[in-house]
């Protein structure tokens, strides 16, 4: 089993819409959270971190569920911009590396 | 916000030829340095960890002889890819961290 786990999608939405994608982690120590955003043969980029309550930056909420060892992101009112894969990051107490899950290719469609 | 240099952006080498590869963090200092590579479509993969003074650790499956990754100052670390060969092309980026991590450009390599 991977150590995170993300459906690789695509996923093709129409601009304003609203989607979410999950992300399960295999390992209980896993501390910090964070969701990264890659465009096609660019760096990834942080999106937002993660955190226990739950938060929201503009239209893009990120939530955590650490019984059940997934994470979410939901992004509303979606635009055409917001295409792009989204990378799920997790990093385990006490390590150095972060794990990277394998993306969800996202496109909004005008 | 911090920023981390990568270079080169492109590279096209003919099989055989030894790459490298330099990250540099601009404004911070890095004691550890991570490298990673991305295959079209797929994740990235950590490739190893890069200590300034010591030793990169190396990832299971990864050869450290082939991938030399040097970490001689605060603010530089490079990766080698020695004897290159078609099936090393790839995306490779490097990241450090100060509070939170950062990436390099990346480094897209074609091996022909």
């Known amino acids: 089993r991977k150590e995170v786990e993300q459906d690789p999608g695509p996923f093709n939405v129409p601009e304003g819409a609203t989607v979410a994608f999950n992300c399960t982690y295999s390992?209980?120590?896993?501390?910090?959270f964070f969701w990264y955003r890659q465009d096609c043969r660019k760096e990834p980029k942080l999106l937002m971190s993660?955190?226990?309550s739950g938060n929201e930056d503009g239209r893009f909420t990120a939530q955590l569920n650490r019984a059940s060892q997934y994470i979410s992101l939901l992004i509303r009112d979606s635009k055409l911009s917001d295409s792009a894969t989204y990378l799920c990051?997790?990093?385990?107490?006490?390590?150095?590396?972060?794990?990277f899950g394998q993306g969800t290719r996202l496109t909004i469609n005008p | 916000g911090a920023v981390v240099s990568q270079h080169p952006s492109w590279v096209i080498c003919k099989s055989g030829t030894s790459v490298k590869i330099e990250c540099r963090s601009l404004d911070f200092q890095a004691t550890t340095m991570f490298w990673y590579r991305q295959f079209p479509k797929q994740s990235l993969m950590l490739m190893a960890t890069s200590n300034e003074g010591s030793k990169a650790t190396y990832e299971q499956g990864v050869e450290k002889d082939k991938f030399l990754i040097n970490h001689a100052s605060l603010t530089l670390s490079t990766l080698t890819v020695t004897s290159a060969h078609p099936e090393d092309s790839s995306f490779y980026i490097c990241?450090?961290?100060?509070?939170?991590?950062?990436f390099g450009s990346g480094t897209q390599l074609s091996v022909l």
């Open positions: 993660v955190y226990s």
């Open positions: 990051v997790v990093n385990v107490r006490g390590a150095q590396k972060l794990v």
């Open positions: 990241s450090a961290r100060d509070e939170k991590l950062f």
């Open positions: 390992n209980s120590a896993s501390q910090s």
